[in-house]
């Protein structure tokens, strides 16, 4: 309950911060795509090496304003378990999050989602939090470049469907595998030991189920099952 109250108010702060920094980002944003926008109202004019100058700084803007629409998207409140999401959206939210610390780190992501798979009634933050922490996880294991793969599917055999992350990163040893996901255990010297039980907090108040796979010095696998009643919305916390 400590964790759980502690958690609550982590994320309460990091909620305003956040949208306290989307609005002080927004104003000087839109003074430079005013100003780039302008610029190419007149580009015709200007040598071939400005054009080229001015689209890289529309691009890179344009840019910007989509990482902040996502971290505003992240910190808007929406209704909670009520209301249906699309996990595929919900995944490309989080990526387009991470994609510039993807790059920075050369890590190519590779993504593959079956966009035929039903809505589920799932608080759309929580989901997004834990697709967040599953990725940045998969991240941190990839010290030196890598890839990491994130896709949806259904099984033949099991009800309802996956979400799956799979990275090429150090690995997960034996001795830690039967730690990680408790409370404020970490591999990392400046982690909180908090992300991957977080993680099967929230699945487990939706009745999913989180489970890994790794070898050490290969790589690791991550694999949600969402439980098919979400896909009905009968569930009932």
């Known amino acids: 309950m400590e964790v759980d109250n502690y958690l609550e108010n982590k994320l309460?702060?990091?909620g305003k911060l956040t949208a306290s920094l989307i609005h002080e980002i927004r104003n000087p944003l839109s003074a430079v795509k005013l100003s780039v926008e302008y610029l190419q109202m007149i580009q015709n004019d200007l040598p071939e090496d400005v054009r080229e100058s001015i689209q890289i700084c529309?691009?890179?803007t344009q840019r910007i304003h989509s990482l902040v629409e996502n971290l505003s998207a992240f910190t808007r409140k929406h209704p909670n378990k009520d209301s249906a999401?699309?996990?595929s959206?919900?995944?490309n939210v989080a990526i387009n999050i991470l994609i510039a610390t993807a790059n920075s780190k050369n890590i190519s992501v590779k993504v593959n989602l079956d966009d035929s798979l039903p809505l589920v009634f799932f608080d759309r933050n929580k989901l997004l939090q834990v697709f967040l922490n599953l990725m940045t996880n998969a991240m941190d294991a990839c010290e030196n470049g890598g890839s990491i793969g994130i896709k949806t599917y259904r099984k033949e055999d099991s009800p309802g469907f996956f979400w799956e992350i799979e990275d090429t990163g150090v690995g997960i040893s034996e001795e830690d595998k039967n730690k990680i996901l408790n409370d404020f255990y970490t591999s990392k010297t400046k982690g909180t030991g908090l992300g991957l039980s977080v993680c099967q907090s929230i699945l487990n108040d939706f009745e999913c189920a989180l489970s890994f796979e790794s070898t050490l010095g290969v790589g690791s696998k991550f694999i949600i099952h969402l439980n098919e009643n979400l896909t009905q919305g009968n569930y009932e916390a």
């Open 85 to 87: 999401c699309s996990v």
């Open 12 to 14: 309460q702060i990091l």
């Open 58 to 60: 529309s691009d890179a």
């Open 89 to 91: 959206d919900v995944t």
